[in-house]
Each structure stands twice: as structure tokens, then as C-alpha cells.
């Protein structure tokens, strides 16, 4: 089945770039998504990429896929304080439901 | 149209009870989720409705789960005979139909604690 990978912890500092990194399973997997979660609240979407795209930016976010290798990165520039929240990474073959993944815990030192 | 609201925030409940939560969509959005969130994991999907019809039911719904969406518009997930493990966060999401290249977009949440 559809399996999502995400490191569970990151740390950096305010200023400076943060880099989550996202590995996928399933190669029929069409779209590729950034949440973001914050305490007690839903995901929120960020950004996403179609498979067909190698890179994507939108502001400070800058998406970069691996299709051969089948990673997915999500760079923020510029990391603020802000920041500091979930991240999970997911997948769809573009009308089967998203599968996610376990998050990484983002967090940004003043 | 504010979002996808959901109904309570938060449910304290007895081991045992039922529970009844409800999600409404945005209102164009034809395609509504339930997924299920506990700590330190990402959302599981449960079940999914495109307009009335439920199209597909995870193994996680066991037999004391069911979703229905009667009208199409709000939906709602009961738990029967609530046990501890039931404890988490419910998410719905809803989306526009076809291939979702935007996404889906999440309400808040239900925190179930089961004590």
C-alpha cells in the first residue's frame, strides 16, 4: 500500500533556512502536498506540485521532487519564528483520498 | 462561507457512551472526508462521501463507526460503545470533485477523550 515517510523532528534557527524532506511509495502518485499544523488547529495548505514539475516556489516556499527517486523536499527561506509548527507531507493519484504522513515538528529558535 | 466548520471542539465521554459529531463543508465542495488524528501521527483516513453515496470506507471504521451525509451538504460520524482507543482527533475536509490539485481544505477538529 501508499506508505508517506517524514524525519519527525527539526530544529533551526530564526533567519535561516529550513529544509523537511518527505519520501513516497507509490509511483502512480499524481499530486503532492505541504500541510502545515498548528497546536490545536487543522491543516492548513501550503503548497502543493504535480508530479510532471520538478520544482515549485511560491514566496518563501520552494518544493522540490524527486520523481526517480520519489523525494519530496519543502525549503522555507527565511524561517520566522511563526514557523514553528507541524509539517506533513501527502499524496494522491488524483481521486484516490490523500494519504499523509507522520509530520515533522518544526522548531524555529529565536 | 467561513471554512469547514465542525461540531464540537471538544468531547469528553464516558467509556461505553455513543458520540455524534458533525461537519459542514464548504458549501460548493462535493466530495467530504473524515480522517482521524492521534498524537504524534498524521491524519488516517477513514471515510468519504461525493455528495450522498459513501464511495469508500477504510479498515479503520470498524463496525461501531458510521458516517452518513443525507442530504449531501453536512455530514456526521457516530461512535458507538466508545472505547479508550476511540480518542483522537476527528478531521473533516472537504474538496471539489475530480483530480484534487488544490487540495482539501480541513476544519478544526473534534477531540474526542474517551475516559
Known amino acids: 500500500g501508499e506508505d508517506v515517510e517524514q524525519s519527525l523532528f527539526l530544529s533551526v534557527r530564526e533567519g535561516d533556512s529550513s529544509v523537511i524532506n518527505c519520501t513516497y511509495t507509490d509511483s502512480s502518485s499524481t499530486y503532492l502536498y505541504w500541510y502545515k499544523q498548528e497546536p490545536g488547529a487543522g491543516l492548513q495548505l501550503l503548497t502543493y506540485i504535480f508530479s510532471n514539475m520538478d520544482m515549485k516556489q511560491d514566496q518563501r516556499l520552494t518544493v522540490l521532487l524527486n520523481k526517480k527517486d520519489k523525494h519530496l523536499s519543502l525549503r522555507i527561506a527565511d524561517t520566522q519564528t511563526g514557523d514553528s509548527a507541524i509539517y506533513f507531507c501527502a499524496e494522491s493519484t488524483g481521486n484516490t483520498p490523500l494519504v499523509f504522513g507522520k509530520g515533522t515538528r518544526l522548531s524555529v529558535i529565536a | 462561507d467561513t471554512g469547514v466548520s465542525q461540531d464540537p471542539r471538544h468531547k469528553i465521554t464516558k467509556r461505553g457512551q455513543n458520540v455524534t459529531f458533525r461537519c459542514d463543508p464548504i458549501?460548493?465542495?462535493?466530495?467530504l472526508y473524515w480522517y482521524r488524528q492521534t498524537l504524534g501521527q498524521g491524519p488516517e483516513f477513514l471515510t468519504y462521501f461525493q455528495n450522498e453515496a459513501q464511495l469508500e470506507k477504510s479498515r479503520l471504521l470498524s463496525d461501531r463507526f458510521s458516517a452518513e451525509r443525507p442530504k449531501g451538504s453536512f455530514s456526521t460520524l457516530e461512535i458507538q460503545r466508545t472505547e479508550q482507543g476511540d480518542s483522537a482527533m476527528y478531521l473533516c475536509?472537504?474538496?471539489?470533485?475530480?483530480?484534487?490539485?488544490?487540495?482539501?481544505?480541513f476544519g478544526s477538529g473534534t477531540r474526542l477523550t474517551v475516559v
Open positions: 475536509a472537504s474538496s471539489h470533485p475530480g483530480p484534487l490539485a488544490d487540495g482539501y481544505t
Open positions: 458549501s460548493e465542495h462535493n466530495r
